[in-house]
C-alpha cells in the first residue's frame, strides 16, 4: 500500500478530552471515525487488524476446538427470548425494534437464545455430542456509558462460541482444553500477561466461569488478589465482597488492582437448553437435557487492549501478528526510484509494506510511521544506497537497527519475519 | 469434517409449500435454520460456501481494484441520512430504533451516507483521488415481502464498494474497470451466463448504472431485450416502459424474461457528497465536489443463485472454488480403518475432506452427499481396496469415474483439484 492513497490521516495533535492512550492513538493514527457515542467505523488499519485478529481465531476454534462456524442473524424475535426470561431481564441494555407489521424484533446482545434455537433441530442422538458451533458476529448494546474509543461500544465484533454435552460427562475436559486456547490465542496476538480468573458462583445460570483480564490501569474491572491464599477473583463476580476487602474464604485481605475484561468462559448447564426444549436421546434412550457452556472473546476490544499493552509515547508497536502491515518503507530525497524498485520486489514476494511514498519531510514520515507502529522498517537513505544498503530498523527502539544488503533484502526480512511470528505462533 | 459430528441435518422429503429448487436444497441439506420470514441462520456448510465467496470477493476488490477494506457500523445516527433526503425517502423500507436516551438511528439499508461521512474528514485533496473503500458487512431491510429462502432477506451480507474522483476525469474508466472486475468475480465463484444490463437513466441521482444480472425463471426482474437493435434494460430501470412492451428508442418489440440482480454499480455523481460536505482542494486550489461511484455485490443471494444454477434432482453441483468441502468420503462397510487412514493424509495435506464417517447404508450416504454437492469424492470399497484402489468420482455424473491407487490419490487429488481451479480462478 502506497501512503499517498492510504486512508487514514494523522493527528499530529493529541485530540481534547481524550485521556485513554490508546483512544488517543487510534484518532491521531487514522484508525476509526466516530458517527456516534459508542459507535465507530474501522477504517483501513483498524480493519486489517482487527481481520488478523479474526482469522488467528478462526484457526484456534476450528483447529485446536474443532468448533464450526456459523452465522446467526443480528435481528431476533423476541419470542426466542420469552423462555429463558431475558426478553425481560437484559431490559434496555438490549436494542428493541418493530418491523413493518409491528412485530417485536430485539438485537442481539448475545447469542445463547438464538444458537439454542437453531441447535435443537439438529441434536437428537448422544452420539452427536460434544459439539461447539461458534461465529464472530456483530454484537449491540445499548449501554448506558460507551466509553474510551474501542473499549465498550455499542455496536462490536464479538466471538462466541457455544458447545454441547452429554449430562455429567465431557463438559469440565472441553471447558478446560478450551481455557488452554483461550491462553495460546492471546499470546498469538500478542498478549503476555492476561491473568485468568475463575469463579464458582452461579450468575450466569451455572456452577463456574473463567475470565480473562489483561491487568491495565484503565480497566473497568476490579481484581482482588488474596495476599494470603493467592486467590485471584474479579469483585463484580463475588457475590458478597465484605466491605473492608477481606477474603471470603481465607479471611485476609486483598489488593485491588485494575483489569480489562478480554474473554470469558462460562458453564451454563442447562440454564438455556431446558427452557427452550433442546434434548438428545442418551444410550439408553430416555430424553436428556444437554449440558451446554458458551466462551466469548472481544474481538474489537482487543485492538485497544493490544495498544495500551505495546507502545511508547510516540504510538502503538504492534505485535507482528496483529500488524497492519509487516514492514514500513521509508525513504530520503533522491531515493524515490530505488524505493520504488524494491517496494515492488517486496509485496512480488506477497510481504506486506506500507510505503511512504509521499513527499513528506523525514521527521513527519517517522511521526506517522510511529503513529502506525508496524514492527519492522525499510530505510532508503542516500548514504546506505552509496553502500548498496538499505537500513533495517524495529518500530521497538530498544531493537538495534542493521545495514542489509540491497539484493538480500528479500531474504533478511522473509527470514525475519518467520522467525518473529514463531515467537507469538510456536 | 467427520459427517458423525458435522451440525446439518438433511431431509429426505420435500419440505412443504417450498417451491423454489435452491431454497428446498438449503432446507433439505441443513444448510439452514430459519428464525422468521427473511431471518435465517447459516448453518456451518452455508457458512463455510459464503466464507469463500467473500475470500475470492475480497481479493477481486484489493488486488483488482486497489479497494480498502473498512467496517462501517450497521447503526446509524438518523441524522447523517436527513442531508440526502433518504431518512425520508426510504421510509419504512428502512429498520429504526431509539436508545435508551431516545437519540434516532436506523440499521443501515446502504452505506452511501456513513461512508460520505467517514470519508469527508479524510479526502482534502486531489492527490489522494481516485480512491475507493469497501466492506463486506450486514445490511437491513424491512423487505415487505421476504421471499424463496436466501433469495430476499431482511438481514444479509453485502459487499459494498464507494469510490471517489476527482471531477469529470477518471471516473468513467474506473467504472468500466469495475464492471470487468465484476465480470471475473461471477466467472471465479462459478457463473457462466450472467448478463450485464446498462441503463442511462438517473434513478439513482447519477448518469448511469450497470446491472448484473442472472437469467433464471425464479427471478424477480423482468429482462427486456429488444429484438431488433440488441438493447438489453431491466424492465424496472427503464423509466417509463411503454405498456405494449415497445422498445423506447427504436419503438420496435422486446422480449421478456426472468432474471436475478446479483450485482450493481452506480455512477453517483454529486448525489451524496454534495448535501454530505465532502469536498478537495484542486489542482488550482479550488474547492471541488469529488465523484463518486457504488458498487454491490449481494454475497448472502449469491448461494441460492449458484444453486439454481447448478443442480440436478438430487441437489446442488457446486463449482469447486465455492464448494463447502473439496472432497466426500464415503465408505463401504468393513472399509472403517482404511477410510480413516485415508482420510488423515488428505486432510495432513491441507485437502478440505468430508468424511461421511457414520453408519449408514451406502443409498443414504450417496443421497446426503447428492444434497450437500461437494464436486469430488472418494469412495473407499471393499472390492476397489483388493486391487489397492479407491475409486474417485465427481458429483456431476456426466463425468465418468477413475479408480486411482491408494498411494497415489494425494498426487491424483492434488493435480486435479489444481486443474479445476484454474477453470475458475483463470
Request: hydrophobic letters at 30%; charged letters at 25%.
Given at each position: 500500500m502506497r501512503m499517498s492513497i492510504h486512508i487514514g490521516k494523522t493527528l499530529r495533535e493529541i485530540p481534547k478530552d481524550v485521556e485513554i492512550i490508546s483512544h488517543q492513538f487510534l484518532v491521531r493514527g487514522g484508525y476509526v471515525h466516530q458517527y456516534a457515542s459508542g459507535l465507530y467505523a474501522l477504517m483501513p488499519l483498524a480493519q486489517r487488524i482487527i481481520g488478523k485478529i479474526q482469522k488467528i481465531c478462526h484457526q484456534f476454534m476450528q483447529q485446536r476446538m474443532g468448533a464450526q462456524e456459523v452465522l446467526m442473524t443480528n435481528l431476533s424475535p423476541e419470542e426466542i427470548w420469552k423462555p429463558s426470561g431475558r426478553s425481560v431481564s437484559l431490559g434496555s441494555d438490549m436494542f428493541r425494534l418493530q418491523d413493518r407489521q409491528k412485530g417485536s424484533f430485539v438485537l442481539c446482545f448475545t447469542h445463547e437464545e438464538p444458537v439454542v434455537d437453531m441447535m435443537k433441530s439438529q441434536i437428537s442422538s448422544y452420539r452427536q455430542l460434544p459439539v461447539c458451533v461458534y461465529q464472530i458476529q456483530t454484537k449491540f448494546r445499548d449501554e448506558p456509558r460507551p466509553r474510551a474509543g474501542l473499549i465498550r461500544l455499542r455496536e462490536f465484533l464479538m466471538k462466541d462460541a457455544y458447545s454441547f454435552h452429554k449430562k455429567e460427562d465431557d463438559f469440565e475436559a472441553y471447558f478446560n482444553e478450551m481455557a488452554k486456547t483461550y491462553e495460546l490465542f492471546f499470546k498469538a496476538v500478542g498478549f503476555t500477561n492476561v491473568i485468568s480468573v475463575k469463579s464458582d458462583n452461579g450468575n450466569f445460570g451455572g456452577n463456574f466461569s473463567q475470565e480473562f483480564i489483561l491487568p491495565t490501569e484503565i480497566g473497568e474491572d476490579t481484581i482482588l488478589t488474596c495476599q494470603k491464599c493467592g486467590m485471584i477473583a474479579n469483585q463484580e463476580v463475588l457475590e458478597t465482597p465484605s466491605p473492608d476487602g477481606a477474603c471470603p474464604q481465607a479471611t485476609c485481605p486483598f489488593e485491588k488492582s485494575k483489569g480489562m475484561e478480554l474473554g470469558h468462559?462460562?458453564?451454563?448447564?442447562?440454564?438455556?437448553?431446558?427452557?427452550?426444549?433442546?434434548?438428545?436421546?442418551?444410550?439408553?434412550?430416555?430424553?436428556?437435557?444437554?449440558?451446554?457452556?458458551?466462551?466469548?472473546?472481544?474481538?474489537?476490544?482487543?485492538?485497544?487492549?493490544?495498544?495500551?499493552?505495546?507502545?511508547?509515547?510516540?504510538?502503538?508497536?504492534?505485535?507482528?501478528?496483529?500488524?497492519?502491515?509487516?514492514?514500513?518503507?521509508?525513504?530520503?530525497?533522491?531515493?524515490?526510484?530505488?524505493?520504488?524498485?524494491?517496494?515492488?520486489?517486496?509485496i512480488g514476494e506477497q510481504l506486506e509494506v506500507l510505503w511512504d511514498d509521499r513527499e513528506e519531510k523525514p521527521g513527519a514520515a517517522f511521526a506517522d510511521a510511529d503513529l502506525i507502529g508496524i514492527p519492522f522498517r525499510i530505510i532508503v537513505t542516500p548514504r546506505s544506497l552509496e553502500k548498496n544498503m538499505v537500513e533495517v530498523r524495529r518500530r521497538d527502539p530498544s531493537i538495534p537497527p542493521t545495514d542489509i544488503p540491497v539484493d538480500q533484502i528479500i531474504n533478511f526480512m522473509t527470514q525475519a519475519l518467520d522467525t518473529e511470528y514463531k515467537l507469538y505462533l510456536g
Open positions: 468462559i462460562f458453564h451454563l448447564g442447562d440454564r438455556y437448553t431446558k427452557p427452550l426444549g433442546c434434548y438428545y436421546t442418551d444410550e439408553k434412550g430416555q430424553k436428556q437435557i444437554p449440558e451446554m457452556g458458551c466462551y466469548g472473546i472481544g474481538i474489537t476490544r482487543l485492538l485497544p487492549a493490544i495498544m495500551e499493552t505495546h507502545h511508547d509515547e510516540k504510538g502503538p508497536i504492534f505485535p507482528l501478528t496483529v500488524a497492519p502491515y509487516e514492514i514500513h518503507m521509508i525513504h530520503f530525497k533522491g531515493c524515490f526510484d530505488k524505493a520504488e524498485e524494491i517496494y515492488q520486489s517486496l
